[in-house]
């Protein structure tokens, strides 16, 4: 389906060339409820992309609107800067209830600013005040934000290049390479850290994803991770664990890295959090890493109160019990029985499948040809995106919320687009 000119033209002359996702979406989004978004037209499109892990409640989830709705009707406060008010308090009181303490986890909270890139920049300069150090290691195909710091440890370069400067005091490490003859994990990045010829200087700290959404849905193993953390000790490095997109049950637990069983010096969590698409984003550090001077780092929108009520309510009906977790760790086994039969079936080169909870992703080995099936979804009322630095992957993030049947319609319209863009063999020489 094409957007009728009358109807999009108005984007194409007053809109920047840098959008994007409308490109692969040509229609006119006018309202989304559940799993569901709806054209002008009233054509429903099932949302396996909830706004790049910032749904995972689903579009306009009952609960969370209620809330919101109430509290903007008795003129609760909306901006506040970082003042004291009554939904933050409540907010971080809830969040201690229900997130920090069942995990014994003793982080304080700071609000950076709206978005995850604000986050990531708030780790990166707190790390770098605490250790008295500049560099940062980060890892291949990583993804962290598109302000200057945060491409600094961002691994793609199509989005590197765009920050139109040099992009230094950040260092790239291969993400969780295998052992090489029984060698531990880290070797060499040990022997560079150890060594006073090696040129590397000493890092403040390492930023990691636990599951790269944007580098192609690459899963770090938990016996890796545990490598890391015990290397960041060892060498007096602060870890950070970026679960901007993967955080707020993406994975099952409520952050990615609970299965591993490390503790973070500093956690990023954004999208998500707020629960209904509302901008907010959380570093999370060790107290003792507290050392910041008032004003030190602010922003204007760093306390949009609308946003603390939504989170709220999100933690009060999702994460006060293990519901959500257990479901969502179900439903990721059945969409990953699910990609591994579509795999299966292919004549063509077998495509490999990874993921974990409820974020998964196809790799093919022509990159077209994960556009192409996106493509042919969006054709079918199916929401999907690329990921991978070639887009190669074709990514699959459902809201948690989903249903069983909406789950099962999904999958089976992902593969009918893997099989109606496979290309015929071709016939040899005669």
């Known amino acids: 389906m094409t957007v009728p000119h009358s109807a999009s033209h108005v984007f194409e002359r007053l809109e920047s060339e ?13 309202r989304a409820h559940g799993s569901h978004m709806y054209g ?24 969370l609107k209620r809330a919101l ?99 230094v005091h950040a260092t790239p490490m291969p993400y969780d390479e295998r052992p090489d003859g029984g060698q531990p994990a880290f070797r060499w990045f040990d022997r560079l850290l150890a060594g006073e010829g090696s040129g590397l200087d000493a890092p403040a700290a390492v930023i990691v994803e636990t599951v790269q959404g944007e580098g192609g849905l690459n899963v770090a193993r938990a016996e890796w991770l545990r490598d890391l953390a015990e290397l960041c000790r060892r060498r007096d490095m602060l870890l950070i664990v970026d679960d901007i997109q993967m955080g707020c049950g993406r994975t099952g637990a409520f952050f990615s890295f609970e299965e591993s069983g490390i503790v973070p010096d500093i956690v990023t969590l954004s999208k998500s959090v707020s629960g209904y698409g509302l901008p907010m984003a959380l570093t999370l550090f060790r ?65 490999d499948v990874r993921g974990r909870g409820l974020a998964w992703g196809m790799e093919f080995a022509d990159p ?50 893997v099989r109606e863009t496979e290309q015929p063999p071709r016939s040899g020489p005669r």
């Open 18 to 30: 840098v959008r994007s996702y409308c490109r692969g979406w040509p229609t006119v989004f006018d």
């Open 40 to 63: 002008e037209d009233h054509r429903p499109y099932l949302d396996f992309f909830s706004g790049a892990g910032t749904l995972n409640y689903g579009h306009n989830n009952p609960v």
């Open 69 to 167: 709705l109430d509290y903007i009707e008795r003129d609760g406060v909306t901006h506040a800067l970082d003042m004291s008010t009554a939904a933050k308090r409540t907010f971080l009181e809830t969040f201690q209830e229900t997130v920090l303490e069942p995990r014994e986890l003793p982080y304080k909270v700071m609000f950076p600013g709206p978005a995850g890139t604000n986050a990531v920049e708030a780790a990166l300069k707190l790390a770098r005040k605490v250790k008295g150090r500049e560099a940062v290691v980060f890892f291949t195909n990583a993804f962290h934000g598109m302000s200057l710091g945060s491409l600094a440890v961002t691994g793609n370069a199509f989005k590197r290049a765009g920050a139109g400067i040099p992009l």
């Open 287 to 351: 107290p003792e890493l507290d050392i910041w001077q008032p004003g030190e780092h602010n922003g204007t929108f760093r306390g949009f109160n609308p946003a603390f009520v939504t989170a709220t309510a999100a933690l009060e009906e999702y994460w006060r019990d293990g519901r959500l977790e257990k479901q969502t760790l179900a439903r990721g086994e059945q969409l990953e029985q699910a990609l591994r039969a579509v795999a299966a079936g292919r004549t063509d080169t077998a495509p």
């Open 368 to 417: 077209s040809r994960a556009t192409a099936v996106c493509a042919r979804a969006f054709e079918l009322g199916l929401l999907l995106e690329t990921s991978g630095p070639q887009d190669e992957v074709v990514k699959l993030f459902p809201p948690l919320t989903i249903d069983d049947e909406e789950l099962e319609e999904g999958l089976a319209l992902f593969g009918r687009a």
